[in-house]
């Protein structure tokens, strides 16, 4: 039966590995579950991350940090990303190792924070929402246990909301002082097929996108598939190169100028 689904995957357009150029010398930066994929040999001191979605795991985050020592923002107004950066901060501030996923029931793969406070100081958070355009929106709470991450995409049934601050990314590149990104991370429950719109709209100069489509584990319906497989369609048409794909749809997509030097500069 899986291989029936698998090749239906495939028939639609839609199965996972469908598509991908792999690219060598991939480092795993993050924890078990919010890791990523990214090119190694690529991010360096002067490069610009923007990380949009904190929640309570900014391990990718603090490894881009800690790996390339780069200039790292990231971008969340709940209470949970604002709370988390906080409590790591007081701990790296105590020499304290901050350790997540060690309960229930994530508690078979623990992460432990390796950032110094001095790092911790060096990095930005900024507590605006990234949308497409300047306002105020709902966040929804989700109706599962031991998951926090609120939205203004999905879990809307839930009636349980706050309002906080968005922007569009071009403002907040403006606001910054950026006119280029090197890397991009979406983990932003839904709200990704908005935020890469908006990056193509304004052809912004994005090298790197890592992206999890939410909507794999909290589906509306079911045509999330096609809406995934839309917007992949989008950035490829844009000129980027997705190089890896998980089963979950963790994916990582490289612009193709930089595909290019980064294969022709592995051989």
């Known amino acids: ?153 999905l879990f809307k049934e839930s009636g349980d909301y706050l309002e906080a601050p968005v922007d569009r990314l071009s403002n907040l590149m403006k606001t910054l002082g950026h006119s280029s990104v090197d890397l991009v991370k979406l983990e932003i429950e839904g709200a990704e097929y908005t935020v890469i719109d908006t990056i193509l709209e304004d052809k912004l100069d994005v090298k790197v996108i890592l992206v999890e489509f939410d909507e794999v584990h909290n589906s509306t319906d079911k045509l999330f598939h096609f809406r995934i497989k839309k917007s992949c369609e989008k950035l490829k048409k844009a000129g980027y190169v997705l190089v890896h794909s998980t089963e979950s749809l963790k994916r990582a997509f490289v612009r193709e100028d930089v595909y290019k030097k980064l294969k022709a500069a592995y051989k």
């Open 1 to 153: 039966m899986e291989k029936v689904i698998q090749l239906a995957k495939q028939i639609i357009g839609v199965h996972p590995q469908q598509g991908v150029k792999p690219l060598a010398h991939l480092a795993y930066l993050g924890s078990a579950y919010n890791g990523y994929h990214i090119p190694d040999f690529f991010l360096n001191k002067d490069s610009i991350c923007y990380c949009i979605g904190a929640g309570e795991d900014i391990s990718l985050d603090a490894e881009l940090k800690t790996m390339y020592d780069a200039q790292v923002f990231i971008f969340d107004p709940t209470p949970e990303g604002i709370n988390h950066f906080a409590q790591l901060k007081e701990y790296t501030e105590k020499g304290q190792p901050l350790t997540i996923h060690n309960s229930p029931p994530h508690d078979d793969a623990p992460y432990t924070y390796q950032l110094t406070a001095k790092q911790v100081q060096e990095m930005t958070f900024v507590e605006v929402g990234v949308w497409d355009q300047k306002t105020t929106l709902k966040f929804f709470a989700p109706q599962k246990d031991n998951y926090v991450s609120r939205s203004v995409y």
